[in-house]
């Protein structure tokens, strides 16, 4: 099922998305997205409403330097464990809206990711145990003003910019996460293309390391990491970030004044 959430005339929703192209429709769910949906009875044309960020997260965990490749052309060596940071919820942008490059930084990176969403309150759960917490998983652009986060040495303020996390453009809850092609693209042109099978830490390792130290929560996000291939976004251009079986995420970049 892939589940997401709209702006339609009639307010905000969460939908299940069915179908694809001209002839998808969005049926709005009663309540929720997490355990079995129920549903209203209304639908929309998914050309006629707005796709949203589909989650509504009360935190954004993230893995840095999940790829041997990538911790490479940041000058490092690859970590034994992962390593964790956080962006707030205020970060998140949905499909579409513009990415805001602050005047503070001279430059903002992409950063294209999968990204897994929790589906129920957890703690301490093991690897094996992953997909019984994880309600599916979506596409994400881990946003990075590049010099403040070198000139700082943690990584908070560098990552932590509103806008500084698009999702989207839905969450696909029937899809096996380990060997996906992960694609970013720069005004048409492909700058990051890896595999999520080269993932250093797969993402039952990476839910039972944060899970043992914070509590998950349902609509949660955790990031898994970007693959080699970073690079800088200008006012401008538009970056979009492809995760196979899932769907692409485009977003415009822009300065703020």
């Known amino acids: 099922m892939r589940l997401g959430r709209i702006a339609s005339p009639d307010g905000v929703a ?5 179908g694809d192209g001209d002839s998808a429709q969005a049926r709005e769910i ?34 840095g330097k ?17 390593v964790i940071f956080i962006k707030p919820n205020t970060s998140i942008i949905g499909p579409r809206v513009p ?23 957890c703690k301490d759960v093991a690897a094996a145990a992953a997909a019984s917490v994880i309600l599916g998983y979506t596409v994400a652009n881990d946003v990075t003003a590049r010099d403040q986060q070198k000139a700082d040495g943690q990584w908070t303020r560098g990552k ?10 839905w969450i696909e809850t029937e899809i096996d996460p380990s060997d996906l092609e992960i694609r970013t693209e720069l005004d048409g042109v ?21 899970s043992a130290i914070m509590t998950l929560l349902p609509g949660d996000v955790i990031l898994t990491g970007t693959p080699e291939g970073i690079g800088p976004m200008t006012a401008g251009q538009e970056v979009s970030v492809t995760v196979e079986g899932i769907g692409t995420l485009v977003n415009p970049v822009v300065d703020r004044g």
Not at 52 to 57: E, H, K, S, T, V
Not at 160 to 169: K, M, Q, R, S, V
């Open 14 to 18: 969460f939908v299940a998305i069915d």
């Open 30 to 63: 009663a309540e929720h997205p997490f355990g079995t949906p129920t549903f209203t009875g209304r639908s929309w044309p998914v050309s006629d409403v707005r796709l949203l960020a589909p989650i509504l997260a009360s935190k954004v965990v993230c893995i």
């Open 66 to 82: 999940n790829y041997a490749a990538h911790a490479a052309e940041m000058g490092d060596v690859a970590p034994e464990d992962p």
């Open 99 to 121: 990415i805001v490059r602050p005047p503070s930084s001279n430059r903002v990176d992409f950063e294209g990711e999968l990204a897994i969403v929790i589906g129920r309150p």
């Open 160 to 169: 932590g910019y509103d806008t500084f996390c698009p999702l989207g453009p």
């Open 190 to 210: 492909v700058q990051q293309r890896s595999r999520t099978s080269l993932m250093l830490h797969d993402v039952g390792e990476i839910v039972e390391w944060i």
